[in-house]
């Protein structure tokens, strides 16, 4: 808010003006009603392997995050040109595999992830895109660039946090909204709908029947399946709900089968389908992938999408950018050490307590090592881990990330924030939501913004001028 020359920034103006007249004890009250306007939602997410704490309430800080149209423009070009050349890799290597043969991409990334799927080669996608929904975590960084800190391309989650948390921000603070002109989120469900549609396999005259696919209510991302489904107007179901005939994917109805076109699906890969991928799977629909392979059915995300996220791979995506869009990446990639490669190696464990550690397929901010505020014994423990399967972590600078005021007890107080927009990319064109969401930590110092790790959120205004 205050810029590093302290001087403000012109987009938090009105805020920073705003903060500077409210009575003494206004923000306390509006953040008690914040939090109890979400427990009546129910607004929840599940912690796996917590019995004390199976449902909790994501914590919700009252300050808003802004970011003005210039930025949000650089932004938003920079998504829009990432992910599209990320589904253009995925296109590739499920298809002729140029990168690979030009040696931008080692192969041994893609045909060893875990998230390699062969089924998928050769299949003609609709538009060609793989990634209908992307969320791409974003740091900003020497108060002025901004950074790519991770790609979330399999089933991205938060869409539901970003706009409960807007719709919270409008009962709470209607008069400090109305002092400046916001970009508006709520269309985000309709443009997640009309997405899904346009990547529909079939061209007839009748409109795509689209369900949302959830593991069920034990699901940490229940809530958010929910959430969308009755936003976007769609069938929530589970597997059983679905069953295959003549490779046509149909639901069950109380009027009789009704054919599905489009599954957006928030279920992981490997419970997609029992013939194809694991046999004890009872989340997904046998037949699945027979009638997907057939072009009956879309599935968005598509099988396989998960090479693109890797955390290695993560460290070529400036190279995918060049090669396939000719431009250089509008947005920087964090310094990533690659430990599957001897120097980088060798200059990971002699630099452990400077440097952030992370799993190649870790998520929540678990898996990871944090050297500055790691102890010695810590440190040591990770070093073994990575001596032995060094392929399996990549390590990047302690970065000095940008900080957002959120309020607390005695006041305001800077947290470290990063941002999650939502990139939508359908067979017509590419929709972006105007900011997305911001994930705060709210332990004094931390770098862990994950709800899982004890980080909340906040609502992101963007700015129309």
Same mark, same amino acid.
């Given at each position: 808010?205050?810029?590093s020359?302290?001087?403000?920034?012109?987009?938090?103006?009105?805020?920073?003006?705003?903060?500077d007249t409210?009575?003494?004890?206004?923000l306390?009250?509006?953040?008690?009603?914040a939090?109890? /306007?979400?427990?009546?939602?129910g607004?929840?997410?599940?912690?796996?392997?917590?019995?004390?704490?199976?449902?909790?309430?994501i914590?919700?800080?009252?300050?808003?995050?802004?970011?003005?149209?210039?930025e949000w423009?650089?932004?938003?070009?920079g998504?829009?040109q990432?992910?599209?050349?990320?589904?253009?890799?995925?296109?590739?290597i499920?298809?002729?595999?140029?990168? /690979?043969?030009?040696?931008i991409?080692?192969?041994?990334?893609?045909?060893?992830?875990?998230?390699?799927?062969?089924?998928?080669?050769?299949l003609?996608?609709?538009?060609?895109?793989?990634?209908?929904?992307?969320?791409?975590?974003?740091?900003?960084?020497?108060?002025?660039?901004?950074?790519?800190?991770?790609?979330?391309?399999?089933?991205?989650?938060?869409?539901?946090?970003? /706009?409960?948390?807007?719709?919270?921000?409008?009962?709470?603070?209607?008069?400090?909204?109305?002092?400046?002109?916001?970009?508006?989120?709520?269309?985000y469900?309709?443009?997640?709908?009309?997405?899904l549609?346009?990547?529909?396999?079939?061209?007839?005259?009748?409109?795509?029947t689209?369900?949302?696919?959830?593991?069920?209510?034990?699901?940490?991302?229940?809530?958010?399946?929910?959430?969308?489904?009755?936003?976007?107007?769609?069938?929530?179901?589970?597997?059983?709900?679905l069953?295959?005939?003549d490779?046509?994917?149909?639901?069950?109805?109380?009027e009789?089968?009704?054919?599905?076109d489009v599954?957006?699906?928030?279920?992981?890969?490997e419970?997609? %389908?029992?013939?194809?991928?694991?046999?004890d799977?009872?989340l997904?629909?046998?037949?699945l992938?027979?009638?997907?392979?057939?072009?009956?059915?879309?599935?968005?995300?598509?099988?396989?999408?998960?090479?693109?996220?890797?955390?290695?791979?993560?460290?070529y995506?400036? %190279?995918?950018?060049?090669?396939?869009t000719?431009?250089?990446?509008?947005?920087?990639?964090?310094?990533?050490?690659?430990?599957?490669?001897?120097?980088a190696?060798?200059?990971?464990?002699?630099?452990?307590h400077?440097?952030?550690?992370?799993?190649?397929?870790?998520?929540?901010g678990?898996?990871?090592?944090?050297?500055?505020?790691?102890?010695?014994?810590?440190?040591?423990?990770?070093?073994?881990?990575?001596?032995?399967?060094?392929?399996?972590?990549?390590?990047?600078?302690?970065l000095?990330?940008?900080?957002?005021?959120?309020f607390?007890?005695?006041?305001l107080?800077?947290?470290?924030?990063?941002?999650?927009?939502?990139?939508?990319?359908?067979?017509?064109?590419?929709?972006?939501?105007?900011?997305?969401?911001?994930?705060v930590?709210?332990?004094?110092?931390?770098?862990?913004?994950?709800?899982?790790?004890?980080?909340?959120?906040?609502?992101?205004?963007?700015?129309?001028?």
């Amino acid at each position: 808010m205050n810029g590093s020359a302290g001087e403000g920034r012109a987009a938090y103006k009105v805020l920073r003006d705003w903060l500077d007249t409210v009575p003494p004890g206004l923000l306390e009250r509006r953040s008690g009603e914040a939090e109890l /306007l979400f427990r009546k939602v129910g607004i929840t997410f599940a912690v796996y392997g917590n019995a004390e704490a199976e449902e909790r309430l994501i914590p919700f800080d009252i300050i808003p995050r802004i970011i003005s149209a210039r930025e949000w423009a650089k932004l938003s070009k920079g998504l829009e040109q990432r992910v599209s050349a990320l589904n253009q890799f995925l296109k590739d290597i499920y298809g002729p595999r140029e990168i /690979l043969r030009a040696g931008i991409v080692p192969s041994e990334l893609v045909y060893q992830n875990p998230y390699y799927r062969p089924q998928m080669h050769g299949l003609n996608l609709r538009g060609g895109i793989y990634v209908q929904v992307a969320g791409v975590d974003i740091v900003r960084v020497d108060d002025e660039d901004f950074y790519v800190l991770e790609d979330n391309l399999r089933t991205p989650s938060g869409v539901s946090y970003m /706009l409960e948390n807007r719709e919270v921000m409008q009962r709470l603070f209607p008069e400090l909204m109305a002092m400046q002109r916001i970009l508006p989120i709520e269309n985000y469900a309709n443009d997640l709908l009309a997405t899904l549609k346009s990547v529909a396999g079939r061209s007839d005259a009748r409109t795509p029947t689209v369900v949302l696919l959830t593991p069920g209510s034990f699901n940490s991302a229940y809530y958010e399946h929910s959430f969308l489904a009755d936003r976007m107007g769609v069938e929530l179901v589970e597997g059983r709900d679905l069953f295959v005939r003549d490779e046509i994917v149909y639901m069950r109805t109380t009027e009789g089968p009704k054919r599905v076109d489009v599954i957006y699906s928030r279920i992981d890969d490997e419970y997609l %389908d029992p013939l194809v991928f694991r046999p004890d799977s009872a989340l997904g629909v046998p037949g699945l992938i027979a009638a997907y392979r057939a072009g009956n059915v879309t599935i968005a995300n598509a099988p396989g999408t998960g090479v693109a996220d890797d955390k290695a791979l993560y460290s070529y995506v400036p %190279d995918i950018v060049r090669f396939y869009t000719g431009e250089e990446p509008i947005l920087k990639n964090v310094p990533t050490w690659r430990c599957r490669e001897p120097e980088a190696l060798s200059y990971v464990l002699d630099n452990l307590h400077e440097l952030v550690v992370k799993e190649v397929n870790g998520s929540g901010g678990y898996g990871m090592l944090v050297g500055p505020h790691a102890t010695k014994e810590a440190c040591e423990q990770f070093r073994a881990r990575v001596l032995a399967r060094p392929d399996n972590y990549i390590a990047q600078p302690t970065l000095a990330l940008s900080t957002s005021p959120v309020f607390t007890q005695s006041g305001l107080a800077p947290r470290h924030v990063d941002l999650r927009p939502f990139v939508l990319t359908g067979s017509d064109r590419v929709r972006l939501v105007p900011g997305g969401l911001t994930r705060v930590a709210l332990t004094p110092g931390s770098l862990v913004v994950n709800s899982s790790q004890g980080g909340g959120t906040k609502d992101t205004w963007v700015l129309s001028e």
